[in-house]
């Protein structure tokens, strides 16, 4: 089972950037389908966005235009690349990881998980 490590959370203000990075080991992430969700108290985890082994990508409509995925295979490495940051963007995102598609990571059933980390909008 692949391991999962999320850092570069923090609090920022609306319309500010910040870049996840979400380390991997115990596995190769360009045999996963990998991707980003999020949590907000109170509210259902939600998916952010994804990239599957092709580089096919899928996001949330409310962050289309502002999040971006990527992943650097050499460094076993998925980030999430976030501006023009919201108060609603506030919540617990997490890393995740699946050997199925983007549907099947999406479904959260089979997913391998990090342990989180916080981004905070202020307005």
């Known amino acids: 089972q692949v391991q999962l490590v999320e850092s570069g959370g923090g609090s920022v203000q609306a319309g500010g950037s910040l870049r996840l990075s979400c380390a991997a080991s115990?596995?190769?992430?360009?045999?996963?389908?990998m991707g980003w969700f999020r949590q907000a108290p109170g509210k259902e985890r939600q998916g952010v966005a994804a990239i599957d082994s092709d580089g096919r990508t899928s996001y949330l409509d409310d962050v289309k235009g502002r999040f971006t995925i990527s992943k650097d295979n050499a460094n076993n490495t998925l980030y999430l690349q976030m501006n023009t940051l919201k108060p609603e963007d506030t919540a617990m995102y997490y890393c995740?990881?699946?050997?199925?598609?983007?549907?099947?990571?999406?479904?959260?059933?089979?997913?391998?998980w990090g342990q989180g980390t916080q981004v905070t909008v202020s307005s």
């Open positions: 995740a990881a699946s050997r199925g598609s983007l549907a099947s990571l999406a479904s959260m059933r089979h997913n391998a």
């Open positions: 115990g596995g190769t992430i360009t045999t996963y389908t």
